[in-house]
């Protein structure tokens, strides 16, 4: 996969995710809705600093960038 500027692909190690059936694989919108959790921000947003695009897919990267601001519900 390769990677997107505002993460709508990741790759993740999250191997529960994957089914027999494609079907099974296909979310509606209200499924997809989901708000934001704690300590996380609205994509797009910075990288961590001396962080790159592999290290966010390995997992490596715990945190949002320092001096990014939180953004809250409309």
């Known amino acids: 996969i390769e990677a997107c500027p505002t993460?709508?692909?990741?790759?993740?190690?999250?191997?529960?995710l994957a089914n027999t059936t494609r079907e099974s694989l296909i979310y509606?919108?209200?499924?997809l809705l989901a708000?934001?959790?704690e300590g996380m921000v609205d994509s797009p947003h910075a990288?961590?600093?001396?962080?790159?695009?592999?290290?966010y897919?390995?997992?490596?990267?715990?945190?949002a960038a320092p001096?990014?601001?939180?953004q809250t519900a409309v």
């Open 35 to 37: 708000g934001l959790q």
């Open 7 to 16: 993460r709508a692909l990741t790759m993740t190690n999250e191997f529960e």
């Open 28 to 31: 509606t919108k209200d499924e």
């Open 67 to 70: 001096g990014t601001v939180r």
């Open 47 to 55: 990288i961590f600093p001396g962080m790159d695009e592999q290290d």
């Open 57 to 63: 897919y390995r997992g490596v990267v715990t945190e």
